[in-house]
């Protein structure tokens, strides 16, 4: 049955991709003609002459001159089946990262197998040993906690030694020899702290996350820039917390060690839009006006930087890009063992209300 929203020629394209894909037209075959077409989905000829083009553009037909469409030959139809591991639905990451694979797979037929390891080991392996069992034919992962000893590596290696590829996205585990695609988190702290600088802030404090490699990185840039614009580091103005701490951070019986942190910070810089926001949503306990009192800069650009008041100066992600290069750097990886990737995209930074000037 056709629906009453999606363009006709795009339902019978539907129709007729799912039909290749599952075998029941099959590679070399003459296709369906569009006169049956026309009488099967009571669709004018041009509908049905729109279709086809459909199939054509994505290489799963061949028009031969006076002899009709056919099913290409050189089509691999086997339907993969993608494992995709991601840490946490609620990080606001995910959607867009998940649009992009879902883009470029759905397209092309293949199943996605979602899991979800929630930033947590044990999950993370229950998921893995899981994708062995499916039999997969690639994955799509999101390290877990990236900045400490992960005991699953052992699996990760299993799937290599097998030629299934991996491909890492956000973050990886350093100690595999693996493919990824990341922002660049160095120059995303490195651009940021030299905006806060630009603004004249000279005390400036951090929150960073310290079991994730991106907090690691971020850190290096926003010392890095400290150093190159000849200011000092007081460590004393950073504060580090694991996955397990962040809202524990801001809990009432921890609000002095934040307060003493930021006590002399005329801006911060932090992990996250989510700890940038909830930062924002304390500073009335903290005895602080954002940005009057202290400016605040994070990581993400997600709806949250948007949505809250101020709104918040952060650093981009690529996110639904990432999704759409991770998946078909996958599909290059499983036709071609050789193909390889280790991709950094390059941020910028969204200037909005949450950063005012020192002078």
């Known amino acids: 049955m056709i629906e009453k929203n999606v363009p006709k020629y795009i339902e019978i394209a539907d129709w007729l991709r799912n039909h290749i894909l599952d075998g029941t037209f099959q590679t070399g075959e003459r296709l369906i003609t569009e006169h049956s077409l026309c009488e099967k989905f009571s669709i004018s000829r041009h509908t049905a002459r729109s279709a086809v083009a459909v199939l054509e553009k994505e290489g799963l037909v061949v028009r031969r001159q006076g002899d009709g469409t056919y099913v290409n030959l050189s089509l691999n139809t086997k339907r993969k089946n993608i494992g995709v591991l991601l ?14 694979i879902n883009e470029v797979l759905s397209a092309q037929g293949h199943r996605i197998t979602l899991g979800l390891s929630q930033n947590k080991v044990e999950i993370e392996r229950a998921q893995l040993l899981s994708f062995q069992a499916a039999n997969i034919d690639g994955l799509i992962v999101e390290a877990v906690q990236s900045a400490l000893a992960n005991p699953n590596l052992d699996i990760y290696r299993d799937f290599l030694a097998r030629n299934i590829p991996v491909i890492f996205v956000n973050t990886y585990y350093p100690r595999l020899d693996c493919n990824y695609i990341l ?101 009335p306990r903290l005895g602080l006006r954002i940005p009057q009192d202290l400016s605040i800069a994070s990581f993400d650009n997600s709806i949250v930087s948007r949505m809250a008041i101020p709104s918040i100066t952060s650093i981009t992600h690529p996110g639904a890009e990432m999704g759409k290069l991770a998946a078909s750097s996958l599909l290059k990886m499983i036709e071609n063992p050789n193909h390889k990737i280790q991709h950094a995209y390059r941020p910028t930074l969204v200037i909005r209300d949450s950063v005012s000037a020192c002078f």
Request: proline share 2%.
């Open 87 to 100: 840490t946490d639905p609620c990080c606001y990451t995910f959607p867009n990262m998940i649009s992009g």
């Open 183 to 283: 922002n660049d988190d160095v120059e995303g702290g490195r651009i940021a702290t030299g905006y806060l600088i630009d603004q004249g802030h000279r005390k400036i404090g951090g929150l960073f996350k310290l079991d994730s490699i991106q907090g690691s990185l971020r850190y290096e840039g926003f010392v890095n820039k400290l150093y190159e614009q000849n200011l000092t580091l007081d460590e004393a103005r950073i504060v580090w917390y694991s996955d397990e701490s962040e809202d524990h951070l801001f809990a009432t019986e921890q609000l002095s060690l934040l307060r003493e942190a930021l006590s002399t910070c005329t801006a911060v810089l932090c992990y996250s839009d989510r700890v940038a926001h909830k930062l924002i949503e304390a500073s």
